[in-house]
């Protein structure tokens, strides 16, 4: 084992491999992604990908500004994301 600590339901699935797996929705875990579609603007700046890992500590707003904030550097931009997500 490396040590990293793994997320497991039940015992038995990994929460990456749940999406799409039905028979663990009794866990909590919903096998229907959430999804929207918008078309891109020539004023869109950037895109930010995540789940409710992030949705559910960061808002909207917040995220914005991490990445108006981050001078373009996407790196820098995910990194204080997530560093705000875990706080």
């Known amino acids: 084992s ?3 600590r793994e997320l497991r339901i039940n015992g038995e699935l990994a929460v990456t491999r749940a999406l799409g797996d039905e028979s663990y929705e009794k866990w909590g875990l919903l096998h229907e992604p959430e ?4 078309l ?3 004023t869109d700046q950037y895109l930010v990908v ?16 991490i990445c108006l904030g981050s001078g373009g550097d996407v790196k ?4 204080n994301l997530v560093e705000l997500a875990h706080s």
Request: charged share 25%; net charge neutral; hydrophobic share 45%.
């Open 2 to 4: 490396s040590g990293a």
């Open 35 to 38: 999804f929207g579609f918008r």
């Open 40 to 42: 891109r603007k020539r």
């Open 50 to 65: 995540a789940s409710d890992g992030l949705w559910d500590m960061v808002s909207e707003f917040t995220a914005s500004e």
């Open 76 to 79: 820098l931009a995910a990194t």
